[in-house]
T-cell receptor
């Protein structure tokens, strides 16, 4: 079956620090990979996605590259802001299957 | 364009009581999903509709949970009777749909259920 493993949290950084949140996956077939973000009191929002190997998804300064050889989709940002404080979920979906989420990583950015 | 609308946003009930959640998807989205998100975890799919047909309800606890999507638009998720372990956030999502294709899912703000 499909599964997603995220690095254990929570993560606390100072403003302008570099961010990496690790995500690895197990899937049958060829998954599409996603990062969702959940701000306090809000629903999940799609942050970025990649649909095939070596694709790089990017949005709002965040990036993640689909690495088939290491089955990974790590989220990175060069300089985080206080407003980036949220819970980040890595997820995958294969055709005909359901969207499978990791457990989420709480990010807190301090000024 | 309006997003996915859910109500109520918060609900507190005593165990053994019934509860219902309502979802209005984005206009034109044929696929509707209900997820449950336990504290500190990622969402887990309960049921997926393609128009008015439930095409994936394998994770729905059918002894106490039921759902409907009449006319293929709005949907209601019901729990009867509620148990303490049902405390969670219930999320509704919608997408353009079409089996065999992967479409971006748009999530509502969720209903936070507390069972006491």
């Amino acid at each position: 079956g499909n599964s997603v493993t995220q690095m254990e949290g929570p993560v606390t950084l100072s403003e302008e620090a570099f961010l990496t949140i690790n995500c690895t996956y197990t899937a049958t077939g060829y998954p599409s990979l996603f990062w969702y973000v959940q701000y306090p009191g809000e629903g999940l929002q799609l942050l970025l996605k990649a649909t095939k190997a070596d694709d790089k998804g990017s949005n709002k300064g965040f990036e993640a590259t689909y690495r088939k050889e290491t089955t990974s989709f790590h989220l990175e940002k060069g300089s985080v802001q206080v407003s980036d404080s949220a819970v980040y979920f890595c997820a995958l979906e294969t055709s005909g299957s359901r969207l499978t989420f990791g457990e989420g990583t709480q990010l807190t950015v301090n000024p | 364009e309006a997003g996915v609308v859910q109500s109520p946003r918060y609900k507190i009930i005593e165990k053994k009581q019934p509860v219902a959640f309502w979802c209005n998807p984005i206009s034109g989205h044929n696929t509707l999903y209900w997820y449950r998100q336990n504290l500190g975890q990622g969402p887990e799919l309960l049921i997926r509709y393609e128009n008015e047909e439930a095409v994936d309800d394998s994770q729905l606890p059918k002894d106490r949970f039921s759902a409907e999507r009449l006319k293929g638009v709005d949907s209601t998720l019901k729990i009867q009777p509620a148990e303490l372990g049902d405390s969670a956030v219930y999320l509704c999502a919608s997408s353009l749909g079409g089996q065999g294709a992967i479409h971006e899912q748009y999530f509502g703000p969720g209903t936070r259920l507390t069972v006491t």
